[in-house]
């Protein structure tokens, strides 16, 4: 008790206490009895040891092994045996939005010599690493992708690959090197986001696979398979590698092709070629050449012995052509060769040619004529092709620029050379456009023979080569001969202008003439008909008045007999006198209208008869309308009977004088007295 007391109570200070809870904390901490992980992380295990021993086989510690454990750790405070594990903590697997993981599998069975990737038929959960491994998965790359998403990986087993990073416990430098050059290369490839192929571009995708049985011999090809969506296999465009697989897939370049749209592909398995859609322009056909498929029957027929053609679907020349319109067409599997189906020209000209260039490689036709000339001919042929004769073309010629210039060219040039040599070279120059219709007749039928329609042919005017200038001389002396043949002909043409010219003068002064003439003549015909009407009314008032008096006799004598029947019975004295009477007045008007007969006749006479009376009032009217219209008495043209002699007398004014003449000594032939008339008792 002394002791004790000797030693009193014990003091402890802070450090005192503070080193033995420091020391006590950080072997608990070390041992590794409690640790906590954060709820955006995981935990992987490593068991230090075991009293069942180490991983005899494999990596994964499946049976409690010491080493790598299967499980993960989550989230929160986990408590475990002091100095028996070792936690690994790692991010949780992020997949962003529209892109593409890549799974390596570091545990599992080993892949076969013929197999690139290991499958995921059954094993294709990487979240369960022991049923991963259970299941039969394989080690190395996998075949199937992780999606957008975030994933509870176990990164000891798996290694994530991503376009941002990649996820994995590192066991070792090499290791790590070997991940990030399998990252670049599907990088490269585009491999972390998907195949897009946007409608406006006009592309497709051409699609190789890198795993699965190869190709058997013979075959370049991989035919389609399972692209039915009813098909229990279907791969919906190889993005389900394992259904493709199942399918009966082969390795290599695949016959279908990825049209418009999104395609979530593992470009570890399959790489894709974007190529361009081809396009069948209008006017055009597309005649295809299969390198795949199986082998057809030819239905070309036994007449057609330059090749076989094959239905649509085997290997060979397609006995449809492609049509106008964009086609999906795997150009690896075949080869499509443009046909044109609407006219098109062909030139034999070194500096011209067709926007087709089928015949950039043409140029004039070199020829020889008759009389030793040596020109050069360009000439143009409108072709057109039958769009079901175009797979015979081109079984026949392969293309059409190899039909133009291995048959057309050499064709049309011996033709124009065998006929320059018939003609010389003016004929060839004046005849072009009979040679021009003649060779379109003639060669019609042999661009028949093979499957052509020969529409026009055109031929250019023949030149001279280069270095040569013969050809032009004798053109000189073609227009030069053609000049003097000219001239010729202009000057004929301005002799028969001067003689027109002269005629023209001549015809002009008599119109001017013309208008006065006929005033003349109508003035003469006026005083003719005045002259008649004035004779018409004297024979008139004549006959008027004989007529008068013969009816006045008449009255008188009735009268008288009338008054002596009446006053018969008075006396006969009265009678006889008033009958003396009567014949006295009857008398009396006989004399007078015999004596103005007589007067009218004699004064008829006095002028020379009726005729001459005409005429005299025709001359009259004829001074008048020359007085009137001044009209000279010679006329300055005189037109006669003889042909315009100047010495003729048959002016107008002569020609009356001398018909009155005529008329003149006519009359005095006539007798001199009018007989009396005969007097009526």
Same mark, same amino acid.
């Given at each position: 008790?002394?002791?004790?007391?000797?030693?009193?109570?014990?003091?402890?200070? !802070?450090?005192?206490?503070?080193?033995?809870?420091?020391?006590?904390?950080?072997?608990?901490?070390?041992?590794?009895?409690?640790?906590?992980?954060?709820?955006? *992380?995981? @935990?992987?295990?490593?068991?230090?040891?075991?009293?069942?021993?180490?991983?005899?086989?494999?990596?994964?510690?499946?049976?409690?092994?010491?080493?790598?454990?299967?499980?993960?750790?989550?989230?929160?405070?986990?408590?475990?045996?002091?100095?028996?594990?070792?936690?690994?903590?790692?991010?949780?697997?992020?997949?962003?939005?529209?892109?593409?993981?890549?799974?390596?599998?570091?545990?599992?069975?080993?892949?076969?010599?013929?197999?690139?990737?290991?499958?995921?038929?059954?094993?294709?959960?990487?979240?369960?690493?022991?049923?991963?491994?259970?299941? @039969?998965?394989?080690?190395?790359?996998? &075949?199937?992708?992780?999606?957008?998403?975030?994933?509870?990986?176990?990164? !000891?087993?798996?290694?994530?690959?991503?376009?941002?990073?990649?996820?994995?416990?590192?066991?070792?430098?090499?290791?790590?090197?070997?991940?990030?050059?399998?990252?670049?290369?599907?990088?490269?490839?585009?491999?972390?986001?998907?195949?897009?192929?946007?409608?406006?571009? #006009?592309?497709?995708?051409?699609?190789?696979?890198?795993?699965?049985?190869?190709?058997?011999?013979? /075959? %370049?090809?991989?035919?389609?398979?399972?692209?039915?969506?009813?098909?229990?296999?279907?791969?919906?465009?190889?993005?389900?590698?394992?259904?493709?697989?199942?399918?009966?897939?082969?390795?290599? &370049?695949?016959?279908?092709?990825?049209?418009? @749209?999104?395609?979530?592909?593992?470009?570890?398995?399959?790489?894709?070629?974007?190529?361009?859609?081809?396009?069948?322009?209008?006017?055009?056909?597309?005649?295809?050449?299969?390198?795949?498929?199986?082998?057809?029957? #030819?239905?070309?027929?036994?007449?057609?012995?330059?090749?076989?053609?094959?239905?649509?679907?085997? &290997?060979?020349?397609?006995?449809?052509?492609?049509?106008?319109?964009?086609?999906?067409?795997?150009?690896?599997?075949?080869?499509?060769?443009?046909?044109?189906?609407?006219?098109?020209?062909?030139?034999?000209?070194?500096?011209?040619?067709?926007?087709?260039?089928?015949?950039?490689?043409?140029?004039?036709?070199?020829?020889?004529?008759?009389?030793?000339?040596?020109?050069?001919?360009?000439?143009?042929?409108?072709?057109?092709?039958?769009?079901?004769?175009?797979?015979?073309?081109?079984?026949?010629?392969? #293309?059409?620029?190899?039909?133009?210039?291995?048959?057309?060219?050499?064709?049309?040039?011996?033709?124009?050379?065998?006929?320059?040599?018939?003609?010389?070279?003016?004929?060839?120059?004046?005849?072009?456009? #009979?040679?021009?219709?003649?060779?379109?007749?003639?060669?019609?039928?042999?661009?028949?023979?093979?499957?052509?329609?020969?529409?026009?042919?055109? %031929?250019?005017?023949?030149?001279?080569?280069?270095?040569?200038?013969?050809?032009?001389?004798?053109?000189?002396?073609?227009?030069?001969?053609?000049?003097?043949?000219?001239?010729?002909?202009?000057?004929?043409?301005?002799?028969?202008?001067?003689?027109?010219?002269?005629?023209?003068?001549?015809?002009?002064?008599?119109?001017?003439?013309?208008?006065?003439?006929?005033?003349?003549?109508?003035?003469? /015909?006026?005083?003719?008909?005045?002259?008649?009407?004035?004779?018409? *009314?004297?024979?008139?008032?004549?006959?008027?008045?004989?007529?008068?008096?013969?009816?006045?006799?008449?009255?008188?004598?009735?009268?008288?007999?009338?008054?002596?029947?009446?006053?018969?019975?008075?006396?006969?004295?009265?009678?006889?006198?008033?009958?003396?009477?009567?014949?006295?007045?009857?008398?009396?008007?006989?004399?007078?209208?015999?004596?103005?007969?007589?007067?009218?006749?004699?004064?008829? !006479?006095?002028?020379?008869?009726?005729?001459?009376?005409?005429?005299?009032?025709?001359?009259? *009217?004829?001074?008048?309308?020359?007085?009137?219209?001044?009209?000279?008495?010679?006329?300055?043209?005189?037109?006669?009977?003889?042909?315009?002699?100047?010495?003729?007398?048959?002016?107008?004014?002569?020609?009356?004088?001398?018909?009155?003449?005529?008329?003149?000594?006519?009359?005095?032939?006539?007798?001199?007295?009018?007989?009396?008339?005969?007097?009526?008792?």
């Amino acid at each position: 008790m002394e002791a004790l007391e000797y030693l009193g109570p014990m003091k402890w200070t !802070a450090i005192e206490i503070a080193v033995p809870v420091v020391v006590l904390a950080i072997l608990f901490w070390r041992s590794g009895m409690v640790r906590y992980i954060p709820n955006d *992380r995981l @935990g992987i295990l490593e068991k230090l040891w075991s009293f069942r021993g180490s991983v005899s086989d494999g990596f994964i510690a499946l049976n409690r092994e010491a080493g790598y454990q299967p499980e993960v750790v989550r989230g929160g405070l986990h408590f475990f045996m002091p100095f028996q594990y070792s936690m690994h903590r790692a991010n949780l697997v992020t997949i962003p939005q529209g892109q593409i993981g890549y799974v390596f599998a570091r545990d599992g069975k080993p892949l076969p010599p013929t197999q690139t990737l290991a499958s995921n038929t059954d094993a294709d959960d990487f979240q369960d690493v022991r049923g991963f491994l259970e299941k @039969g998965g394989q080690k190395g790359p996998q &075949r199937k992708i992780l999606r957008e998403g975030t994933y509870a990986i176990n990164l !000891a087993q798996f290694i994530v690959l991503t376009a941002q990073s990649i996820y994995a416990v590192n066991l070792s430098s090499s290791e790590q090197n070997l991940f990030s050059n399998m990252s670049s290369m599907i990088s490269e490839r585009g491999g972390f986001e998907p195949v897009v192929i946007h409608n406006a571009e #006009d592309m497709i995708g051409i699609v190789t696979i890198h795993d699965g049985p190869a190709l058997p011999d013979g /075959e %370049i090809i991989a035919p389609t398979v399972a692209n039915d969506p009813s098909d229990p296999n279907f791969h919906n465009n190889f993005q389900d590698p394992e259904k493709f697989l199942k399918a009966g897939g082969y390795r290599g &370049r695949q016959l279908q092709v990825l049209a418009d @749209g999104s395609y979530f592909l593992n470009r570890i398995f399959a790489t894709v070629e974007l190529v361009e859609k081809t396009i069948i322009d209008v006017g055009t056909v597309g005649v295809v050449v299969s390198y795949n498929g199986r082998h057809g029957t #030819d239905i070309s027929g036994q007449a057609y012995r330059h090749g076989e053609l094959v239905e649509i679907g085997a &290997r060979g020349v397609w006995s449809t052509p492609l049509l106008p319109g964009k086609y999906a067409f795997n150009t690896y599997a075949g080869n499509i060769i443009t046909v044109p189906t609407t006219n098109f020209v062909l030139k034999w000209t070194k500096e011209q040619f067709g926007e087709h260039r089928l015949d950039e490689n043409l140029s004039e036709v070199s020829l020889i004529t008759k009389d030793a000339f040596e020109p050069v001919l360009p000439l143009s042929v409108v072709v057109h092709i039958d769009y079901m004769k175009a797979p015979l073309v081109v079984q026949r010629f392969g #293309d059409i620029k190899r039909l133009v210039e291995q048959t057309l060219d050499p064709m049309v040039s011996a033709y124009f050379k065998n006929i320059a040599q018939t003609k010389t070279l003016i004929q060839l120059l004046q005849e072009r456009s #009979d040679i021009q219709r003649k060779s379109g007749e003639e060669m019609r039928e042999k661009f028949n023979s093979y499957s052509l329609e020969l529409q026009e042919v055109l %031929i250019g005017t023949p030149r001279a080569a280069n270095g040569q200038n013969s050809i032009e001389q004798i053109l000189i002396q073609l227009r030069e001969r053609q000049i003097a043949v000219e001239k010729v002909e202009t000057y004929k043409l301005q002799e028969r202008a001067a003689t027109q010219e002269r005629t023209l003068r001549e015809k002009e002064a008599l119109a001017e003439q013309q208008a006065k003439i006929t005033t003349s003549a109508l003035t003469i /015909e006026i005083s003719e008909n005045e002259g008649k009407a004035q004779l018409a *009314r004297t024979r008139q008032e004549a006959e008027t008045i004989q007529v008068t008096a013969k009816a006045e006799a008449e009255k008188v004598r009735v009268a008288g007999q009338g008054e002596a029947d009446m006053i018969k019975a008075v006396a006969l004295a009265d009678a006889e006198r008033i009958k003396a009477t009567g014949f006295a007045e009857a008398e009396k008007v006989r004399a007078i209208g015999l004596a103005e007969a007589e007067a009218t006749e004699k004064k008829v !006479a006095a002028f020379g008869g009726p005729d001459y009376q005409l005429n005299s009032q025709v001359l009259m *009217r004829f001074a008048e309308a020359i007085e009137n219209g001044r009209l000279p008495l010679v006329p300055q043209i005189q037109i006669g009977a003889n042909g315009g002699e100047k010495g003729a007398a048959n002016g107008l004014v002569e020609m009356m004088l001398s018909m009155l003449v005529a008329d003149r000594v006519g009359r005095q032939n006539l007798p001199d007295a009018i007989p009396e008339p005969v007097e009526e008792e």
